[in-house]
């Protein structure tokens, strides 16, 4: 039980900082600024912006692969140079 908590809880940290990361790249702020401002917001509202930045990363991965194998290889290159 102790596993899917520790799971859980580091799971969570992992999705803060990328979504932290992606907030910091586009509004060009101090990542750390960004992710206190996260875990400050209501769980809920934390949540939903969690989940909307992940929903829009994956949906740009989808319209990326419509294009093949050279749209993926474009979408990860973006990916690395805009989040380097």
Do not use: C, N
Not at 54 to 65: G, K
Not at 71 to 84: K, M, N
């Amino acid at each position: 039980m102790k596993t899917v908590a520790r799971t859980k809880s580091s799971l969570q940290k992992l999705l803060f900082r990328v979504t932290a990361l992606v907030i910091s790249r586009l509004r060009r702020k101090d990542i750390r600024e960004v992710l206190e401002q996260l875990e400050t917001l209501p769980r809920q509202r934390a949540y939903a912006e969690v989940g909307g930045v992940l929903l829009a990363l994956f949906l740009l991965a989808l319209l990326a692969a419509s294009f093949g194998i050279w749209g993926l290889f474009a979408y990860f290159a973006a990916i690395v140079i805009f989040f380097r």
